[in-house]
């Protein structure tokens, strides 16, 4: 049971527990409680609102569009941290302080098109 | 701590990007009238052909490779130069003929965009994205860069293929390239992490060294040359991510599909620029990385080929739709790219490499020339059928003519000499490096090829059809940009016919520095 697969016995038996726990639970709870359904109680629970519509609702498609200029930002703050921790550090210097806004530009040619397209209005 | 960076060694890539930044922003601030359209396309245009003159010049400068986004040397191994971008001559020879082609896809899709109902800006930015990929990756020495520049390649081939909006065909066609090339990526980047895990390094000149067994691998001792199980799964996962991309065969079933529903230029795109960038990527990391491992990798290469050129021609025979065909030959074509790559043995198979890019090169050329003429053809009827080819050389000679000779050279007979000399280089490394089953079964499949090659080009010279219950279509909008396209294609291989040697002195020489 050592080597590399051992390891991995820890985590089948984690498994293992986690599955006996909720089954259990699931099942103490099924043999204690009398069952005597209603069709109120068998409606879906949700948050004690009457559920609306069905399962497979559409959510608008033209959200995708902000989606979009969201991962535009989230990928600048994914370069910017690390560098905002080295740029003034001995070694680097104007360079590379230009070098991220020149990455910013680029970036913001993105915002600026939307900008363009009338994305950016709520119509 | 700071990389120099040499932004002449970078200048192609670098004009195409700020070329495609140019474009969206002229797009987005330029007054939408048809006269912008053709400013876009010129703009494109001269980016390409500016990229195209810094790649002239790094050629003309001399045979030195010049590398930068090197590691300092105060932090790199001294056994092995770690660079990321370097320009030597299988750079230079590829950035090349991406860019001839790129310039003939750009004319086409000036042909294409001139109907309206595309936007214009929006494609010649994706355009210019996938130029961008397809020349960074021949000079990308990194597997991380290799990994980005070929998703460069392909993510906005998918825009492209669906920016025909609502067409289910070409909706179609570009949903199964998405998941088709996602699915591909993922396989790869799950060998490439394989391979990292065993050599600790990304770098390709590093790699090299560790298969080889000339540096020790941090991560697992090889036995005697020989990789672990773990190695032998990275290299194939390796190996199947590019196949997707060069339309392999078991990975090619998405290749008529996708070519029929995209737009012409965007096929013709997929067929030449996209394929050269996927054999790109395949023969840097056999040879750069994976060359001392040549024994486990050289037979799936071998029957990967013989698999695919087979398929392909099959395949091939019975279609009756122009682009499907073209597309199952480009998947026949493939194979005999792929074939002298299973001879390459050891870090001695420059000139089998070599053969592989001449036929690269001179497959370039003619398969553009077809898909030029299929453009124009595409433009006047409706489905594209080989039917609708009967008697063009009587309606229109020169593209009739110049169709006709890029199916000869496709087929490799007699006047079309460049196709013959292509396949000629792949026969004489084949039966030279000892594969003489493969040589066997590539000159099966050339035989099979020529019935359909032969079939269509029959058409053209047969008698026009008669005047049925539709005459000649009456739009006949050609535009003035699809001619020069089929006459760059057809002189390039003309070119080729009569002075073959130009293509080998070029891909001969090209060893990695």
Same mark, same amino acid.
């Given at each position: 049971m050592d080597g590399y697969f051992g390891s991995y016995v820890l985590v089948a038996a984690l498994l293992a527990i986690g599955v006996a726990i909720v089954a259990g639970a699931l099942l103490a709870n099924r043999l204690l409680r009398p069952s005597r359904p209603t069709p109120d109680k068998l409606t879906t629970y949700e948050c004690g609102v009457d559920p609306v519509g069905d399962g497979w609702a559409q959510s608008q498609v033209r959200y995708y569009v902000f989606t979009y200029l969201y991962v535009v930002f989230a990928v600048d703050a994914v370069f910017l941290f690390p560098w905002a921790t080295v740029f003034d550090a001995p070694g680097y210097g104007l360079t590379t302080l230009v070098e991220m806004f020149v990455f910013l530009g680029f970036i913001a040619l993105g915002i600026v098109y939307a900008w363009r397209k009338r994305v950016l209005t709520w119509t | 701590?700071?990389?120099q960076i040499d932004y002449f060694v970078i200048a192609p890539p670098l004009v195409l990007a700020l070329a495609a930044g140019l474009v969206l922003l002229l797009d987005a601030f330029l007054p939408a009238r048809p006269r912008t359209r053709g400013v876009?396309?010129?703009?494109?245009?001269?980016?390409?052909?500016?990229?195209?003159?810094?790649?002239?010049a790094q050629a003309a400068g001399g045979g030195t490779p010049r590398s930068t986004f090197c590691v300092p040397p105060s932090l790199a191994d001294p056994a092995t130069v770690q660079c990321s971008f370097v320009a030597d001559r299988f750079t230079l020879v590829f950035a090349g003929m991406v860019l001839v082609a790129a310039v003939v896809v750009v004319l086409l899709s000036m042909a294409e965009l001139a109907g309206g109902g595309i936007p214009v800006g929006e494609w010649y930015f994706l355009l210019l994205c996938t130029f961008v990929g397809a020349v960074t990756l021949p000079a990308s020495r990194d597997l991380i860069m290799l990994v980005v520049a070929l998703e460069l390649v392909s993510l906005p081939v998918f825009a492209l293929t669906a920016l025909k909006r609502y067409d289910g065909r070409s909706s179609e066609a570009a949903v199964k390239l998405f998941v088709v090339s996602v699915v591909s990526t993922a396989v790869m980047l799950f060998g490439v992490s394989l391979l990292y895990g065993i050599a600790g390094t990304v770098f390709l000149s590093r790699l090299g060294a560790v298969f080889s067994g000339q540096v020790q691998a941090p991560?697992?001792?090889?036995?005697?040359?020989?990789?672990?199980?773990?190695?032998?799964?990275?290299?194939?996962?390796?190996?199947a991510g590019f196949a997707f991309k060069i339309a392999a065969v078991p990975f090619h079933s998405w290749a008529a599909d996708v070519y029929q529903g995209a737009p012409v230029p965007v096929a013709a795109l997929l067929s030449v620029i996209s394929k050269a960038a996927g054999f790109a990527g395949l023969i840097l990391v056999l040879v750069a990385a994976l060359s001392g491992q040549a024994a486990t990798w050289v037979p799936i290469i071998a029957v990967l080929a013989a698999l695919t050129m087979t398929a392909g021609n099959l395949l091939a025979l019975r279609q009756r739709s122009a682009v499907r065909l073209l597309a199952w030959s480009s998947v026949a074509q493939s194979g005999y790219i792929l074939a002298p790559l299973a001879v390459t043995v050891t870090a001695d198979g420059a000139t089998a490499i070599g053969a592989s890019m001449a036929y690269?090169?001179?497959?370039?050329?003619?398969?553009l020339g077809a898909f030029a003429v299929v453009m124009l053809v595409s433009k006047t009827t409706t489905r594209n059928e080989l039917d609708d080819y009967r008697g063009l050389v009587f309606r229109r000679p020169a593209a009739g003519l110049a169709l006709a000779f890029c199916l000869i050279c496709l087929a490799g007979l007699p006047p079309g000499l460049a196709g013959l000399f292509a396949k000629v280089f792949v026969f004489r490394e084949l039966v030279e490096g000892g594969s003489g089953w493969l040589a066997l079964v590539m000159a099966v499949n050339t035989v099979i090829g020529l019935y359909y090659y032969a079939?269509? &080009?029959?058409?053209?010279? !047969?008698? !026009?059809?008669?005047?049925?219950?539709?005459?000649?279509?009456?739009?006949?909008? &050609?535009?003035p940009a699809t001619l020069p396209a089929i006459g760059i294609a057809v002189a390039v291989a003309v070119l080729f016919s009569v002075a073959p040697q130009l293509v080998l002195d070029v891909t001969a020489l090209s060893a990695f520095g």
């Amino acid at each position: 049971m050592d080597g590399y697969f051992g390891s991995y016995v820890l985590v089948a038996a984690l498994l293992a527990i986690g599955v006996a726990i909720v089954a259990g639970a699931l099942l103490a709870n099924r043999l204690l409680r009398p069952s005597r359904p209603t069709p109120d109680k068998l409606t879906t629970y949700e948050c004690g609102v009457d559920p609306v519509g069905d399962g497979w609702a559409q959510s608008q498609v033209r959200y995708y569009v902000f989606t979009y200029l969201y991962v535009v930002f989230a990928v600048d703050a994914v370069f910017l941290f690390p560098w905002a921790t080295v740029f003034d550090a001995p070694g680097y210097g104007l360079t590379t302080l230009v070098e991220m806004f020149v990455f910013l530009g680029f970036i913001a040619l993105g915002i600026v098109y939307a900008w363009r397209k009338r994305v950016l209005t709520w119509t | 701590m700071i990389q120099q960076i040499d932004y002449f060694v970078i200048a192609p890539p670098l004009v195409l990007a700020l070329a495609a930044g140019l474009v969206l922003l002229l797009d987005a601030f330029l007054p939408a009238r048809p006269r912008t359209r053709g400013v876009l396309g010129l703009v494109t245009l001269a980016g390409v052909l500016v990229s195209l003159g810094f790649v002239v010049a790094q050629a003309a400068g001399g045979g030195t490779p010049r590398s930068t986004f090197c590691v300092p040397p105060s932090l790199a191994d001294p056994a092995t130069v770690q660079c990321s971008f370097v320009a030597d001559r299988f750079t230079l020879v590829f950035a090349g003929m991406v860019l001839v082609a790129a310039v003939v896809v750009v004319l086409l899709s000036m042909a294409e965009l001139a109907g309206g109902g595309i936007p214009v800006g929006e494609w010649y930015f994706l355009l210019l994205c996938t130029f961008v990929g397809a020349v960074t990756l021949p000079a990308s020495r990194d597997l991380i860069m290799l990994v980005v520049a070929l998703e460069l390649v392909s993510l906005p081939v998918f825009a492209l293929t669906a920016l025909k909006r609502y067409d289910g065909r070409s909706s179609e066609a570009a949903v199964k390239l998405f998941v088709v090339s996602v699915v591909s990526t993922a396989v790869m980047l799950f060998g490439v992490s394989l391979l990292y895990g065993i050599a600790g390094t990304v770098f390709l000149s590093r790699l090299g060294a560790v298969f080889s067994g000339q540096v020790q691998a941090p991560g697992v001792a090889l036995v005697q040359g020989e990789l672990p199980a773990v190695g032998t799964v990275g290299v194939v996962l390796v190996v199947a991510g590019f196949a997707f991309k060069i339309a392999a065969v078991p990975f090619h079933s998405w290749a008529a599909d996708v070519y029929q529903g995209a737009p012409v230029p965007v096929a013709a795109l997929l067929s030449v620029i996209s394929k050269a960038a996927g054999f790109a990527g395949l023969i840097l990391v056999l040879v750069a990385a994976l060359s001392g491992q040549a024994a486990t990798w050289v037979p799936i290469i071998a029957v990967l080929a013989a698999l695919t050129m087979t398929a392909g021609n099959l395949l091939a025979l019975r279609q009756r739709s122009a682009v499907r065909l073209l597309a199952w030959s480009s998947v026949a074509q493939s194979g005999y790219i792929l074939a002298p790559l299973a001879v390459t043995v050891t870090a001695d198979g420059a000139t089998a490499i070599g053969a592989s890019m001449a036929y690269l090169v001179i497959y370039a050329a003619m398969n553009l020339g077809a898909f030029a003429v299929v453009m124009l053809v595409s433009k006047t009827t409706t489905r594209n059928e080989l039917d609708d080819y009967r008697g063009l050389v009587f309606r229109r000679p020169a593209a009739g003519l110049a169709l006709a000779f890029c199916l000869i050279c496709l087929a490799g007979l007699p006047p079309g000499l460049a196709g013959l000399f292509a396949k000629v280089f792949v026969f004489r490394e084949l039966v030279e490096g000892g594969s003489g089953w493969l040589a066997l079964v590539m000159a099966v499949n050339t035989v099979i090829g020529l019935y359909y090659y032969a079939v269509w &080009t029959a058409r053209l010279f !047969a008698s !026009a059809p008669e005047p049925g219950p539709v005459p000649e279509p009456a739009p006949r909008r &050609t535009s003035p940009a699809t001619l020069p396209a089929i006459g760059i294609a057809v002189a390039v291989a003309v070119l080729f016919s009569v002075a073959p040697q130009l293509v080998l002195d070029v891909t001969a020489l090209s060893a990695f520095g």
